[in-house]
C-alpha cells in the first residue's frame, strides 16, 4: 500500500501512515521532503489563487460568493459560517482595514493549529493575501500562542519567503493591492484567543475581551474595521479557490463543508492530528488514532475541546464528526480536539483538572466568571479531598448555570459546560466519591494519561507545565498556588 506522512504532535518529522483514511488539504505539503518551504508549496501551485484573483482582478463578490458556497464554517471553535463574516466587512473605509489571524490555541487538547504553521505556512499565507484582497485589508497580523517558538519562527520565516518572492509586500503581482503581513507573538493567555482579547493584545494591552457589539469587523485592531478568522480557516481558502465552493462542499456532509483537522489525543494508541472529510464516523476516526489503547474500553469522549460537552461511549459510538451529527448526539465539534478517556479515568479528578484551568485562565473581569471558575474549582476539590457533600452536585450545577450567559465573553460558558454535562452523564461517579471519599475506578489512571496525558503531551502552556510538573513531582494533585478552600 502507498503511503503518505501524517503530521503527528510528538515528532517534529512528519510519520508516515496509511493514507486510506486521511484527505489532506491543510496540511497537503506534508508529503514533501520539506514541508514548510516555499519550494514544496509551489510545486503544488502554491500562491497560484492568489496571482490568478489578483491579474484577473477577479471581483471581491465573486470570491465571498464561492467562500459561501463552500459551507467553510470557522474553524476557531464557534462553526460561524466564514463567507457570511466576510460580508460584514465594510467595502468603503477610509483608512486602513486590518486581518487577523487566530494561531492562540490554547485550550486543552487543540494542538492543530501549530502543524498547519509548522507543515504549510505559505498556504496560511496566501489564504490571508486572498482575505485581504477580498476585504480590503492593508495589514495583517498572525497572532500565534505564546509557548510554540520553534512554530512561531517557522511561519516568520515563511512570511519572509513570501515577501522576498513578491506575494506580500507593495504592489503584489504588479497590481494596485498590496499587503502587509506580520506575526505576533502572544503570552500564553488563554483568554488571548478570545477575539477582541487578541485584539487588545496585538494593541499592546492587557489581553482582557471587549463588549460586544460593537464587533471586530466595525471596530477591531485600533479601532479600525478588521477580519478575525481561524488559521485552518484562512488555510482553507486557496483550495476553495482552485476547486470551486461546491467542490469543498461536497467533500464533506449538508451544513459541514470540507475537511476537518482534528486533534486527538488522551488514551489512543496513535495520538496526532488527523485531517478528514466532515462527516467521517467516529469510530473510522478512532480507527485512525489507532483505538483506545492498551486494548482497554472507551469511557468517555470531549469530542471538541473541554468547552464541549463530555459524551459517554454510548452517545458517541454512533456519531459522525461534523457539526450536526455531533449536536444531535448531545455535544459539538467545537474546534475538533477530541480528547478520549478509556474505563480507567476517574471523571471526577478529570473535571476537577478541567475546573482548573479555567478558573486559572479567567481574565477576571467579569464577576459571575472570576467568583464562579473559582467556586467550582473549590467545591470540586473539597470531593476530591474526601469532604464533599451530596448537595454539592446541585452546588455545582446551579452554579455553573449562573456563569452561562452571563459574561462579557464565550468563557464563562466553557467553564460551565464541562461541570454540567460530566455531572449529567457520570452522577453516580461523583455520588460514589462523596459517599466513600475516594474514586470509583479502582486503577486510576489518571496521572499518566487521561486528561493529564492529554496535557502532557499536547498543552505546553507555562502554566500547564507548571503544573504538570508539580503533579509529577509530588504524586499529589496540588497545581501551583490553590485558591482557599
Ligand atoms: C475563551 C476563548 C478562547 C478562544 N480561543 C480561540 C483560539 O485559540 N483560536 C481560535 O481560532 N478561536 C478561538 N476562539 C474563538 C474566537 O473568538 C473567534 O471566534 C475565532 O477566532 C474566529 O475565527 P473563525 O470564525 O475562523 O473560527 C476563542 C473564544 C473564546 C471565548
Ligand atoms: S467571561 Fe471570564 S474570561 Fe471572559 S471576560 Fe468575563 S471574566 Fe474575562
Known amino acids: 500500500m502507498s503511503t503518505i506522512v501524517q503530521s503527528n504532535m510528538q515528532s517534529q518529522k512528519p510519520v508516515m501512515s496509511d493514507p486510506s483514511g486521511q484527505t489532506l488539504l491543510c496540511l497537503r505539503t506534508l508529503a514533501e521532503p520539506n514541508p514548510a518551504s516555499l519550494a514544496a508549496y509551489e510545486k503544488l501551485g502554491g500562491y497560484g489563487q492568489l496571482k490568478r484573483i489578483v491579474s484577473e482582478k477577479v471581483k471581491a463578490v465573486d470570491i465571498i460568493t464561492q467562500v459561501k458556497m463552500s459551507g467553510l464554517r470557522g474553524r476557531g471553535g464557534a462553526g460561524f459560517p466564514t463567507g457570511l463574516k466576510w460580508s460584514f466587512m465594510p467595502r468603503y473605509f477610509d483608512g486602513t482595514k486590518y486581518l487577523v489571524c487566530n494561531s492562540d490555541e490554547g485550550e486543552p487538547g487543540t494542538f492543530k493549529d501549530r502543524d498547519i504553521l509548522r507543515y504549510n505556512p505559505h498556504q496560511l499565507i496566501e489564504g490571508m493575501a486572498i482575505a485581504a484582497y477580498t476585504l480590503g485589508a492593508r495589514v495583517g497580523y498572525n497572532y500565534i500562542h505564546g509557548e510554540i517558538w520553534q512554530d512561531y519562527e517557522i511561519f516568520e520565516n515563511a512570511l519572509f519567503e513570501a515577501k522576498a518572492a513578491g506575494f506580500l509586500g507593495e504592489n503584489i503581482f504588479g497590481s494596485n493591492f498590496s499587503f502587509d503581513c506580520y506575526a505576533v507573538h502572544g503570552y500564553g493567555a488563554y483568554i488571548c484567543g478570545e477575539e477582541t482579547a487578541l485584539i487588545e493584545s496585538i494593541e499592546?494591552?492587557?489581553?482582557?475581551?471587549?463588549?460586544?457589539?460593537?464587533?471586530?469587523?466595525?471596530?477591531?485592531?485600533?479601532?479600525?474595521?478588521?477580519?478575525?478568522?481561524?488559521?485552518?480557516?484562512?488555510?482553507?481558502?486557496?483550495?476553495?479557490?482552485?476547486?470551486?465552493?461546491?467542490?469543498?462542499?461536497?467533500?464533506?456532509?449538508?451544513?459541514?463543508?470540507?475537511?476537518?483537522?482534528f486533534s486527538v489525543s488522551g488514551h489512543v494508541e496513535k495520538p496526532g492530528?488527523?485531517?478528514?472529510?466532515?462527516?467521517?464516523?467516529?469510530?473510522?476516526?478512532?480507527?485512525?488514532?489507532?483505538?483506545?489503547?492498551?486494548?482497554?474500553?472507551?469511557?468517555?469522549?470531549?469530542?471538541?475541546?473541554?468547552?464541549?460537552?463530555?459524551?459517554?461511549?454510548?452517545?458517541?459510538?454512533?456519531?459522525?464528526?461534523?457539526?450536526?451529527?455531533?449536536?444531535?448526539?448531545?455535544?459539538?465539534?467545537?474546534?475538533?480536539?477530541?480528547?478520549?478517556?478509556?474505563?480507567?479515568?476517574?471523571?471526577?479528578?478529570?473535571?476537577?483538572?478541567?475546573?482548573?484551568?479555567?478558573?486559572?485562565?479567567?481574565?477576571?473581569?467579569?464577576?459571575?466568571?472570576?467568583?464562579?471558575?473559582?467556586?467550582?474549582?473549590?467545591?470540586?476539590?473539597?470531593?476530591?479531598?474526601?469532604?464533599?457533600?451530596?448537595?454539592?452536585?446541585?452546588?455545582?450545577?446551579?452554579?455553573?448555570?449562573?456563569?452561562?450567559?452571563?459574561?462579557?465573553?464565550?468563557?464563562?460558558?466553557?467553564?460551565?459546560?464541562?461541570?454540567?454535562?460530566?455531572?449529567?452523564?457520570?452522577?453516580?461517579?461523583?455520588?460514589?466519591?462523596?459517599?466513600?471519599?475516594?474514586?470509583?475506578?479502582?486503577?486510576?489512571?489518571?496521572?499518566?494519561?487521561?486528561?493529564?496525558?492529554?496535557?502532557?503531551?499536547?498543552?505546553?502552556?507555562?502554566?500547564?507545565?507548571?503544573?504538570?510538573?508539580?503533579?509529577?513531582?509530588?504524586?499529589?494533585?496540588?497545581?501551583?498556588?490553590?485558591?482557599?478552600?
Not at 207 to 227: D, E, I
Not at 233 to 250: D, K, R, V, Y
Not at 442 to 471: C, F, P, W
Request: proline content about 5%.
Open 204 to 261: 499592546g494591552k492587557k489581553g482582557q475581551p471587549r463588549f460586544k457589539p460593537p464587533f471586530p469587523a466595525s471596530y477591531g485592531v485600533f479601532g479600525k474595521p478588521t477580519n478575525v478568522n481561524n488559521t485552518e480557516s484562512f488555510a482553507s481558502i486557496p483550495w476553495i479557490l482552485q476547486h470551486g465552493g461546491e467542490a469543498f462542499a461536497a467533500l464533506g456532509v449538508p451544513n459541514s463543508g470540507g475537511t476537518k483537522l
Open 273 to 485: 492530528n488527523y485531517e478528514v472529510k466532515m462527516g467521517m464516523p467516529f469510530s473510522e476516526l478512532l480507527g485512525l488514532a489507532g483505538g483506545v489503547w492498551k486494548g482497554r474500553s472507551l469511557k468517555a469522549v470531549i469530542p471538541g475541546g473541554p468547552s464541549t460537552a463530555v459524551m459517554t461511549a454510548e452517545m458517541i459510538q454512533n456519531a459522525t464528526m461534523d457539526y450536526d451529527g455531533l449536536s444531535k448526539a448531545g455535544s459539538s465539534l467545537g474546534a475538533g480536539s477530541m480528547i478520549v478517556m478509556d474505563e480507567t479515568t476517574c471523571m471526577v479528578k478529570a473535571l476537577k483538572r478541567l475546573s482548573y484551568f479555567f478558573y486559572e485562565e479567567s481574565c477576571g473581569q467579569c464577576t459571575p466568571c472570576r467568583e464562579g471558575t473559582g467556586w467550582l474549582y473549590r467545591v470540586l476539590n473539597r470531593i476530591t479531598e474526601g469532604n464533599g457533600k451530596m448537595e454539592d452536585l446541585d452546588l455545582l450545577t446551579d452554579v455553573s448555570s449562573n456563569i452561562s450567559g452571563r459574561t462579557i465573553c464565550a468563557l464563562g460558558d466553557a467553564a460551565a459546560t464541562p461541570v454540567i454535562s460530566f455531572i449529567k452523564h457520570f452522577r453516580p461517579e461523583f455520588e460514589y466519591y462523596i459517599k466513600h471519599g475516594k474514586s470509583m475506578v479502582e486503577q486510576d489512571s489518571l496521572q499518566v494519561s487521561g486528561i493529564d496525558h492529554t496535557m502532557v503531551n499536547t498543552h505546553i502552556s507555562g502554566v500547564q507545565e507548571l503544573a504538570k510538573r508539580v503533579y509529577i513531582k509530588d504524586g499529589s494533585d496540588k497545581f501551583g498556588a490553590e485558591p482557599n478552600a
